[in-house]
């Protein structure tokens, strides 16, 4: 839904954001920007963008704190399920927690993942500049870590092995049982990392700046 909108948006600017030629009439063209408004509308719709990333990152921070509530029922004194899915449920939620909190918005730490809008980045330097962040082992400027680096492949694990662990319980499930299904339980550690990842990926994917910056065109003076 936000890629459609940006792609909405960057089809509505445009025809605003294209330098009008000498046999167009000046006021047939109301919506003609010079150089320091053009500036002013990326930085207008980036300073937004940036802001709506910014609120969804903490909705995100929700899903898996609010998800954790089952599992902690594992280690109750009166629960007598085996506390193996509970360890691996909790295990993966806190790591996705991590890299919502530790991750700008629009980072999933995995460089397949991130580097899936690379392609629309409009300049050389650009992408150059973005290889040699990732060579040096820096992100935005700032150390990344071994944990921050391995910890996104690391929870892939662990919710793997939160699935599979639900599966195996999930066989010896008495229908009579009361809770949560195991198999249920054992998937959604995955679902929400698969949901965060895919948030962030569709957050990435909607940079005014980008979309917009090479639609600017020198602004002819009277």
């Known amino acids: 839904m936000a890629r459609r909108n940006a792609a909405a948006a960057t089809a509505r600017l445009r025809k605003t954001f294209r330098y009008p030629s000498d ?8 919506g ?19 802001s709506r990333n910014a609120t969804t990152r903490y909705l995100l921070l929700a899903l898996p704190i609010l998800s954790t509530i089952p599992y902690i029922l594992f280690f109750l004194p009166s629960s007598s399920s085996n506390r193996i899915l509970g360890i691996l449920g909790l295990s993966s939620l ?6 919502i909190f530790k991750k700008s918005p629009e980072k999933t730490g995995i460089p397949i993942l991130d580097g899936l809008t690379e392609p629309n980045v409009s300049t050389k330097s650009a992408r150059q500049k973005r290889a040699a962040l990732l060579s ?13 680096s391995y910890l996104p492949y690391l929870n892939m694990v662990i919710a793997l092995l939160s699935a599979l662990t639900g599966l195996v319980q999930g066989h010896q499930h008495n229908a009579n049982t009361k809770g949560v299904h195991p198999v249920l339980l054992g998937a959604l550690p995955g679902v929400i990392y698969a949901v965060v990842l895919f948030a962030k990926v569709v957050m990435a994917s909607v940079d005014p700046e980008r979309e917009l910056g090479g639609l600017r065109y020198g602004y002819k003076g009277a």
């Open 136 to 148: 040096a082992g820096t992100e935005e400027g700032g150390d990344v870590g071994p944990l921050e």
């Open 32 to 50: 003609a920007l010079d150089e320091q408004e053009q500036e002013s509308l990326i930085a207008s719709l980036s300073e937004r963008n940036s």
């Open 94 to 99: 806190a790591a996705t927690t991590f890299l």
């Open 23 to 30: 046999d167009e009439d000046n006021t047939s063209l109301p």
